[in-house]
Structure formats: structure tokens, C-alpha cells
């Protein structure tokens, strides 16, 4: 996507095609079904492109409220990449190779801190500053050509948006590649109450022994909800109709409530985060639900063909400040992953059979034609970043 991308399409029109989709029980959007190969999801081979493209898209990598004030600072790895975050004194954030300019250390451990002052690699000793530069050397006389000024830490295009920090990990690519990769569709859902400096809540990372693309691929049908999720959100929603708009390789999703189909709202009564589910998938592994209150982020990290690593974290208006509170926000959370876990079963059980040789293509509906698209749109930026 560059900057004259259009618009994010169809904005405000919800309403309309959520009648229409409602009257018809189909959404409004049909694509072309078709084929995919299995293959897809075991290659080592396309494991290895995939990873080479992903470092070339924004990730969000920690909620921003992770780093409260000037001089908190985060250390964690992502897609095998040590990364150094640090609230800096002007209150931006700066992303770093968490890799010393000396000899190639992890200057900081994983962990996290609020005071930072500097940062002093455990081999030698080299420091940084907060801001990256190097600021000491000890027994400097012995690097008799040094340019200090040339040795910081590399520094990470970074942006926070929706209460996140969104990192590319390709020190090559500057902030404005994040700006323009998240475009207008990142506008779109700051623009939402509450989204645009939500709080981080219960964040949680674990793994799934599943290909990454298997996560993706349930996120663009509604197809599976009547009978993944009968014993938990399933009789929330009107059946499988869901409205896709793309936004360059971004999608955002509205899934319909059964409120919607049997209050038929007027279009001034209604508010489409009570009517409906929306996701907002930002293009490769990123996925915010936005649900009538706060929102639900979560950010894939592929750890191998068949294994990949889930990052969770709620989005909350403020931090719950009472008992009360505490049990509501962790009664929703509970329901999303118990949620998501059906998914992943399905995901795991999906993995083992690939190998079996039944399938050499899956079939996918019209109405599931969202996951050819995004399959297509892989491929492009596989040919696109290697
Ligand atoms: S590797 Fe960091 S000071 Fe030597
Ligand atoms: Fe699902």
C-alpha cells in the first residue's frame, strides 16, 4: 500500500449491508471459492520466505501502557530478533536491536524495568544511553578508529497506535513504512471509543502446534461458527454472515449478532460494535476484535512449521480500579480464550492430518473466500520481500 491508497472503503454503511446480508442470511461481499494447496502448511521452504517477509511488516510487539513513563524500558524477543523498547524522555518510544555494537551481545536481558538510566552490555561493558547512543567504552584507547556517534543501537522503525507498539523488525525499513503499511485502516479503528490509548490487560503468550496460516485462516469465515463454538459464543451471532472490506492487504470483519437480525435496528439506534463483531485484521499476523467495551489484541509469532507462538493482550478503556471491575474485564477475557481455544484445537487437529496424505488441496467455499485472498496476498509479498 503507498500513501494515495484509497480511502478505507464503505466506512459507515454497515447498517445497510447488515440488513441486506440479514434478509438474504449471505453476506454482501461473495468471492471466488477455489483450492489451496496443503503444502503450504508444512513447507520448510515457504516457512523460511514467510519468515524473511514478516520482518518486513508491523507487528505489535507490547501494549503501550507496558511502558508508563520516560525510562521504562522492555526487552523480549520476536521471530528470534532481541528487541529493546525504551519510553524515552519526550514520552516517544524507541525500538532497538537489542544487539551490542561491539561484539554482538544482548545488551539487556528479557525482562522489563522503569528506570532506566542507561543500559551496560554484560561482555565489556559498552554503555547506551536511553536513546541508543553509545556513551562509554572502556579503555577506549584501544579501538584507535571509533566513531562513536556511529555506534548506537540500531534503532527499529516503531509507532504507537490503538494502544500498541508496532515494530518492524527489518532494520532497513524507516517509521514512515509502518505509518503507510498500517494506512488508513488503522485510522479507522483509532478512530473507535476507547481505541485510541486503551490500557493493556492480561497479556499472555503460549503455543499452539499449528502453521500460522491455519490461526489466520479461521479469523475470515463464519462458516464454522454454529458448530466450533456451540458451547460458547455461537448462539450470540446471526449464522455465517460476515461483511469483509479490504484495506490494501488488511481486512476489516463485521460479524453479525442475532440482536441485530431480530431488533432490525433504525439506522440512528444503531451502534455497530452492539450489533456485531469487528475485527480488524492487519495484514500479516496481527488481529484486533473489538468487542462493545474494550478489545481483544492478539499478534502471531511463527515458530516453525508447525508450531507458532500466540501473544494476547485485552485492551481496556482504563485500568480496572475495583474488585468489581476486575471480575467483569477477566469474565470477558475468560470467554475469549475459551473461544479461541476451540479454534486451536480445530487448528492442531487440522496440523496433524496434513501429513496423512488425504488431502493434497483444501476446498474453500464462496463464502470463505477471504482465505484465498489472503493466501494470494502472501504469495505476493513472499515474491515481493525475497
Ligand atoms: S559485546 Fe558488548 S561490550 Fe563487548
Ligand atoms: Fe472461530
Known amino acids: ?201 492480561a497479556p499472555r503468550s503460549y503455543e499452539v502446534a499449528a502453521n500460522w496460516k491455519l490461526l489466520v485462516d479461521g479469523v475470515f469465515e463464519a462458516y464454522h461458527f454454529k458448530i466450533a463454538h456451540q458451547k460458547t459464543i455461537a448462539a450470540m451471532f446471526a449464522g455465517n454472515v460476515q461483511l469483509v472490506d479490504e484495506c490494501g492487504p488488511h481486512r476489516r470483519l463485521y460479524l453479525i449478532k442475532a440482536n441485530f437480525a431480530l431488533e432490525q435496528p433504525a439506522p440512528d439506534a444503531f451502534e455497530p460494535r452492539q450489533y456485531g463483531n469487528l475485527t480488524y485484521f492487519f495484514f500479516p499476523t496481527n488481529t484486533v476484535l473489538v468487542q462493545p467495551d474494550h478489545a481483544q489484541f492478539s499478534c502471531l509469532e511463527p515458530i516453525s512449521p508447525e508450531r507458532t507462538r500466540i501473544h494476547e493482550i485485552t485492551l481496556l478503556p482504563q485500568t480496572p480500579a475495583t474488585e468489581k471491575a476486575e471480575k467483569y474485564w477477566q469474565a470477558n477475557v475468560d470467554l475469549y480464550r475459551r473461544t479461541l481455544a476451540e479454534d486451536y484445537a480445530l487448528a492442531e487437529s487440522i496440523q496433524q492430518g496434513l501429513a496423512s496424505g488425504a488431502n493434497e488441496h483444501f476446498t474453500f467455499a464462496s463464502f470463505e473466500y477471504s482465505i484465498g485472498r489472503f493466501h494470494a496476498q502472501l504469495q505476493q509479498s513472499l515474491k515481493d520481500s525475497n
Open 1 to 201: 500500500m503507498n500513501a494515495a491508497a484509497p480511502i478505507f472503503p464503505r466506512p459507515v454503511d454497515l447498517h445497510e449491508r447488515a440488513l441486506q446480508a440479514v434478509a438474504q442470511m449471505r453476506a454482501d461481499a461473495q468471492g471466488q471459492g477455489g483450492q489451496l494447496p496443503v503444502a503450504s502448511y508444512r513447507s520448510p521452504e515457504q516457512f523460511a520466505q514467510e519468515m524473511q517477509m514478516l520482518r518486513q511488516h508491523p507487528q505489535a510487539v507490547a501494549a503501550s501502557s507496558e511502558l508508563a513513563q520516560p525510562g521504562s524500558w522492555l526487552s523480549l524477543t520476536r521471530l528470534g530478533t532481541p528487541l529493546l523498547l525504551v519510553r524515552q524522555a519526550d514520552g516517544s518510544v524507541r525500538a532497538f536491536l537489542n544487539v551490542c555494537r561491539h561484539r554482538g551481545a544482548r545488551v539487556v536481558a528479557e525482562g522489563a524495568g522503569d528506570q532506566a538510566r542507561a543500559f551496560s552490555c554484560p561482555y565489556h561493558a559498552w554503555t547506551y544511553q536511553t536513546d541508543g547512543a553509545l556513551r562509554g567504552v572502556p579503555q577506549a584507547e584501544g579501538f584507535a578508529d571509533l566513531c562513536k556517534q556511529d555506534m548506537g543501537l540500531r534503532r527499529l522503525a516503531c509507532h504507537e497506535a490503538a494502544g500498541l507498539i508496532w515494530v518492524l523488525l527489518d532494520p532497513q525499513l524507516s517509521e514512515q513504512n509502518t505509518t503507510t503499511q498500517l494506512g488508513p485502516m488503522m485510522q479507522d479503528l483509532c478512530a473507535l471509543a476507547g481505541m485510541q490509548q486503551p490500557v493493556g490487560y
